[in-house]
């Protein structure tokens, strides 16, 4: 598994979302980025359109841009669901992920 495969990318995201779930916060728009997951601005925003697809995440919109891009709404709101917990939970993909990346602190220095 690399760093920026689909598996790895959603375990973090959704990782950062449970985090934040379990600290009641909000989703920080400055961590939710394509930067934070050092992974190109395309690739992030398909990820969260099949995270949000599949129901593991809510409250973020996704607008069509005339350029052809995606304009992403409501970061702040990004939350992750119940299904997006048992996903993280449950899901072997997401099981290897942990034991790569373990916990959220390790990997995302924005969070003390």
Excluded: H
């Amino acid at each position: 598994m690399s760093n920026n495969d689909y598996f790895a990318i959603a375990y973090k995201i959704l990782s950062y979302l449970k985090y934040c779930y379990e600290n009641g916060q909000d989703a920080d728009p400055g961590i939710l980025k394509a930067d934070t997951f050092n992974i190109f601005q395309q690739q992030f925003v398909r990820t969260l359109q099949m995270l949000f697809k599949d129901g593991y995440i809510e409250g973020i919109t996704f607008s069509p841009l005339l350029s052809g891009g995606i304009l992403l709404g409501n970061r702040s709101s990004t939350v992750i669901t119940s299904d997006g917990l048992q996903y993280l939970a449950e899901n072997s993909m997401m099981q290897k992920a942990y034991r790569i990346f373990k916990e959220v602190r390790d990997w995302l220095p924005l969070i003390k």
